[in-house]
T-cell receptor
Framework: QKEVEQNSGPLSVPEGAIASLNCTYS??????FFWYRQYSGKSPELIMF????GDKEDGRFTAQLNKASQYVSLLIRDSQPSDSATYLC?????????FGAGTTVTVRA | DADVTQTPRNRITKTGKRIMLECSQT?????MYWYRQDPGLGLRLIYY???????NKGEISDGYSVSRQAQAKFSLSLESAIPNQTALYFC???????????FGQGTRLTVV
């Protein structure tokens, strides 16, 4: 079982729609959860982090965490063409940050 | 200047050659990491270091070695490069196990 799994995508959404990204993790002791955005050939950049169960909103982004279900999600509201990228879910467990394979999102005009 | 700097940015090398990728940081973080990224596989941890005297293998360390020359410098070596080590390599730093990791710009390595 992979430590971090994401819905495989790719995900194509119209401009202005909501993009929904999902992630599950295997280590129940994981403490911190992150969403990174990565443009092609570039380094990952942090867009959201969440430590506690529930929702966390930052602008057009909302992260949701459910530790009982070992599930993390990211919602992108009012999607823009500039949101077209690969989104990586990352989970801290003990000593390392483990990444999912990523979900590629394309926002079509 | 970037907080986490990797050199070189691009490198093409031949099978069997030794190559070193370098990483330096100005963030003052103790923890440094080397990741490898392949299409469809996300980032996989090669080595990590919590301080100069603490170096540990990650999930895919075979064929790689590292050196932590100072708190700010962490180098990755491929002793004898092989084509399946062709990938995008990232160095990252963090100041604790709960906070975000900061990434360098990446090194695109091609082994022919």
């Amino acid at each position: 079982q992979k430590e971090v799994e994401q819905n495989s995508g790719p995900l194509s959404v119209p401009e202005g729609a909501i993009a929904s990204l999902n992630c599950t993790y295997s280590d129940r002791g994981s403490q911190s959860f992150f969403w990174y955005r990565q443009y092609s050939g570039k380094s990952p950049e942090l867009i959201m982090f969440i430590y506690s169960n529930g929702d966390k909103e930052d602008g057009r982004f909302t992260a949701q965490l459910n530790k009982a279900s070992q599930y993390v999600s990211l919602l992108i509201r009012d999607s823009q063409p500039s949101d077209s990228a690969t989104y990586l879910c990352a989970v801290w467990n003990d000593y390392k940050l483990s990444f999912g394979a990523g979900t590629t999102v394309t926002v079509r005009a | 200047d970037a907080d986490v700097t990797q050199t070189p940015r691009n490198r093409i090398t031949k099978t069997g050659k030794r190559i070193m990728l370098e990483c330096s940081q100005t963030k003052g973080h103790d923890r440094m990491y080397w990741y490898r990224q392949d299409p469809g596989l996300g980032l996989r941890l090669i080595y990590y270091s919590f301080d100069v005297k603490d170096i540990n293998k990650g999930e895919i360390s075979d064929g790689y070695s590292v050196s932590r020359q100072a708190q700010a410098k962490f180098s990755l070596s491929l002793e004898s490069a092989i084509p399946n080590q062709t990938a995008l390599y990232f160095c990252a730093t963090s100041d604790s196990h709960r906070t975000e990791a900061f990434f360098g710009q990446g090194t695109r390595l091609t082994v022919v």
